[in-house]
T-cell receptor, first 114, second 113 residues
Framework: DAGVIQSPRHEVTEMGQEVTLRCKPI?????LFWYRQTMMRGLELLIY????????DSGMPEDRFSAKMPNASFSTLKIQPSEPRDSAVYFC????????????FGEGSRLTVL | DAKTTQPTSMDCAEGRAANLPCNHSTISGNEYVYWYRQIHSQGPQYIIHGLKNNETNEMASLIITEDRKSSTLILPHATLRDTAVYYC??????????????FGQGTILTVHP
């Protein structure tokens, strides 16, 4: 299994531009999570999906952030417009549903907004 | 969610056992103890989890005290590649809590030759 695949690995953009981060979960996993990591706040959950349906988006910082999961094998996290404070590493993780099941994280997308 | 307390950093000699402690005195009866680690510039990696009983897998052992208020992650023979930040997380496994891991600051484990 290839694991969770994220793209791009690195993104540098200017303030005000739209950013789209992509994630391919592990086949057969029906949970997908988006986390963000910064030096100040550490790792924090932004949103998660179950069977392609958003379940909890309470961690999404503001309306500039949106996430979609059009099918079981693809999800996007979009920031529009981007701001310098959005600079962070964004991780996607997937999980099979089982009691106490573990999350499998991707390698992350490092975003720098100038 | 229950809060965890971990030492900020620890050192370990290569080949020796690394014992990483975690306090979670407010843990609820249905909450699991999870351990993840994050090697520099990589995504977090699952290590092990447990509810009441001690657990062992190919990576580590997890010892949970009888009152469940603390636990210890044991890496039996640490290698240089085990240098990472280790996170102890307490989380419910059911309903809307599933997968909603609350990462603290973790313990920076440095394995030296």
């Amino acid at each position: 299994d290839a694991g969770v695949i994220q793209s791009p690995r690195h993104e540098v953009t200017e303030m005000g531009q739209e950013v789209t981060l992509r994630c391919k979960p592990i086949s057969g996993h029906d949970y997908l999570f988006w986390y963000r990591q910064t030096m100040m706040r550490g790792l924090e959950l932004l949103i998660y999906f179950n069977n392609n349906v958003p379940i909890d988006d309470s961690g999404m910082p503001e309306d500039r952030f949106s996430a979609k999961m059009p099918n079981a094998s693809f999800s996007t996290l979009k920031i529009q417009p981007s701001e310098p404070r959005d600079s962070a590493v964004y991780f996607c993780a997937s999980s099979p549903r089982r009691a106490g099941g573990e999350l499998f994280f991707g390698e992350g997308s490092r975003l720098t907004v100038l | 969610d229950a809060k965890t307390t971990q030492p900020t950093s620890m050192d370990c000699a290569e080949g020796r056992a690394a014992n990483l402690p975690c306090n979670h005195s407010t843990i609820s009866g249905n909450e699991y103890v999870y351990w993840y680690r994050q090697i520099h510039s990589q995504g977090p990696q699952y290590i092990i989890h447990g509810l009441k009983n001690n657990e062992t897998n190919e990576m580590a052992s997890l010892i949970i005290t009888e009152d469940r208020k603390s636990s210890t992650l044991i890496l039996p023979h640490a290698t240089l590649r085990d240098t990472a930040v280790y996170y102890c997380i307490v989380q419910g496994a059911g309903g809307t809590s599933y997968g909603k891991l609350t990462f603290g600051q973790g313990t920076i484990l440095t394995v030296h030759p």
